[in-house]
């Protein structure tokens, strides 16, 4: 079974479109997260949520809004593309509390392009 | 601001050996490694804790300097399946309560 998942794989789509990408993990962790790694493989945080609550919210463009409807799961929608918006994006969990202290495993990453 | 890891990249053959540094300019209370596949996502390698601890993964281990504030992850004898890009996370007060990752080495082994 996987253990984080994220749909889809490949996003293909338009400038100024509104999309959603969807991560589950059947890990039983408390602490989900979004990363963006961009074209340099530079891999930064957006956001963390800790069952169901927001907990980390780096200084992200308020069209990316995460949602968690419980802590097994955390989608990230984004409105209004761009074209610096095309990235892989990497969903996250681990084990509460802190995110430095236990590991976190990644999804298979949503590769999007914006034209 | 994002640790800083050395070399960028590094070209071996089988067998050889090579290590792979991680330093940061705020105290930190923890280090994580990570190896990442082309195309595929970062999978977790390993966690150090302040205090110095040493850790091994079959030929892979990594140190953690935390007066320094440097990691250095080695592996020996390495393998086809060691190439990809290592990447250093690092975490502390200063970090807040997320994992920074610095830009990453990529490492190639060839036959």
């Known amino acids: 079974d996987t253990a984080v998942s994220q749909t889809p794989k490949y996003l293909v789509t338009q400038m100024g479109n509104d999309k959603s990408i969807k991560c589950e993990q059947n890990l039983g962790h408390d602490t989900m997260y979004w990363y963006k790694q961009d074209s340099k493989k530079f891999l930064k945080i957006m956001f963390s949520?800790?069952?169901?609550?927001?907990?980390i919210n780096e200084t992200v463009p308020n069209r990316f809004s995460p949602k968690s409807p419980d802590k097994a799961h955390l989608n990230l929608h984004i409105n209004s593309l761009e074209l610096g918006d095309s990235a892989v994006y990497f969903c996250?969990?681990?084990?509460?509390?802190?995110?430095?202290?236990?590991?976190?495993?990644f999804g298979p990453g949503t590769r999007l392009t914006v034209t | 601001q994002q640790p800083v890891q050395s070399p960028q990249a590094v070209i071996l053959r089988e067998g050889e050996d090579a290590v792979i540094n991680c330093s940061s300019s705020k105290a930190l209370y923890s280090v994580h490694w990570y190896r990442q596949k082309h195309g595929e996502a970062p999978v977790f390698l390993m966690i150090l804790l302040k205090g110095g601890e040493q850790k091994g993964h079959d030929k892979i281990s990594a140190s953690f300097n935390e007066k320094k504030q440097q990691s250095s992850l080695y592996l020996t004898a390495s393998q086809l399946s060691y190439s990809g890009t290592y990447f250093c996370g690092t975490a502390g007060m200063e970090y807040g309560n997320k994992l920074v990752f610095g830009a990453g080495t990529i490492l190639r082994v060839k036959s």
């Open positions: 996250a969990s681990s084990q509460a509390p802190g995110a430095g202290v236990v590991e976190q495993y």
């Open positions: 949520y800790n069952n169901k609550e927001l907990i």
